[in-house]
């Protein structure tokens, strides 16, 4: 009878632990108090959850660390690159985690493609010369500019000049702040115009973004802590007008950049757009302004600050700070 029972146990064990991690948290919590062995499960997913924000599907383990109250993590689906569709579930904190790929592999944004081969035929590029390449930081606006090796290369995922495609490149927390909701903060030393990861999630229409940030404004005024993800870039032709509004959604999927916090004095991390040889997309992309230091927080402006009564208040505490957080108009 007592073997019966802990048969039975060890069973409904193995099932928890292959169904418990695709759930969300609410769901898990409920499932945490239906029996003993799901309360078990639930409380190491919990552990794993928070000990990695990227899903193992990073280099490094990006741990969230929460002062402040029980909240043990935030909740959102993982990808490491940008994307046109994403699943609607993905397990998280189970045993079996994707393998680290080549992001192109997982990235739809690969199907946006110019051409099939539009980029170089090095085979082992030389950033300083394969043609793909070019940089500029100083592109009139706030956004810099940089070219690489992309799907339209002859090159393989392991060339130099793709610096950006590998995911999160330096070791990074999340880190809870009363007033802000999670931020991102260094978890080692980054010396100054290194590469830290870019700004995935869903890439929209910016109808469909429009619409979006009616909805999550919405949101936000009704429910304190919610705290969407919608960044809005523009790439400028030398002529100062806007010429492609790329609008990247990272608050139900996307990389640990959606916890990066606005600061009005421009932060301490310089966004880029990247454009990949045979990719029609630019992807955002974040390198150090500075010399970091380990525990810092990292930051960039979202934008013109358009004085708004209605707008959200910016809890950037730096001495420039308006009060209020830039918004794009919806
Ligand atoms: C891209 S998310 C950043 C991560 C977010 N803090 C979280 O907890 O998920 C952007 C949202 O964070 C909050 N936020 C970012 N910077 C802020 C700031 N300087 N002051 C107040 N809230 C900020 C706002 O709610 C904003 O809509």
Known sequence: MERKRIREAAELRQWAELVLPWLPPADLAAAAIACKPFSLVAASITARRSADAARGLERYPIPFSNPLDSQPYSYFLYSRSPILRFPSSQPWGGDAVEPLSDPSSISDLASVTIGSRSGCDCGDCDPERCPCWFADSDSGGEIGLLRECGFGCGC???????????????????????????????????????????????????????????????????????????????????????????????????????????????????????????????????????????????????????????????????????????????
């Not at 980054?190 to 919405?218: H, M, N, P, W």
């Not at 708004?308 to 957080?325: A, E, K, M, R, Y």
């Open 156 to 330: 393989g995922s392991g060339c130099e000049n793709r610096a950006t495609q590998k995911g999160v490149s330096v070791r990074v927390k999340v880190v809870k702040d009363p007033r802000k909701g999670w931020g991102l903060h260094a978890d080692q030393f980054v010396k100054k115009a290194e590469f830290i990861c870019e700004y995935a999630g869903e890439y929209l229409t910016t109808e469909e973004a429009r619409k979006r940030q009616r909805s999550y404004d919405e949101l936000a005024r009704s429910k304190m802590k919610f705290f969407p993800a919608l960044v809005v870039v523009r790439e400028h032709l030398p002529s100062g007008k806007a010429c492609l509004r790329v609008n990247i959604d990272a608050t139900k999927v996307g990389n640990v950049a959606r916890f990066i916090n606005h600061s009005c004095d421009g932060g301490n991390l310089i966004p880029v757009l990247v454009r990949n040889s045979g990719s029609m997309l630019p992807r955002l992309c974040f390198f150090a302004a500075i010399d970091l230091l380990q525990g810092q927080e990292l930051t960039f402006s979202y934008g013109d600050v358009r004085v708004n009564i209605d707008g959200f208040p910016c809890f950037c505490g730096t001495d420039v700070c308006s009060g209020v957080l830039p918004s794009e108009e919806t």
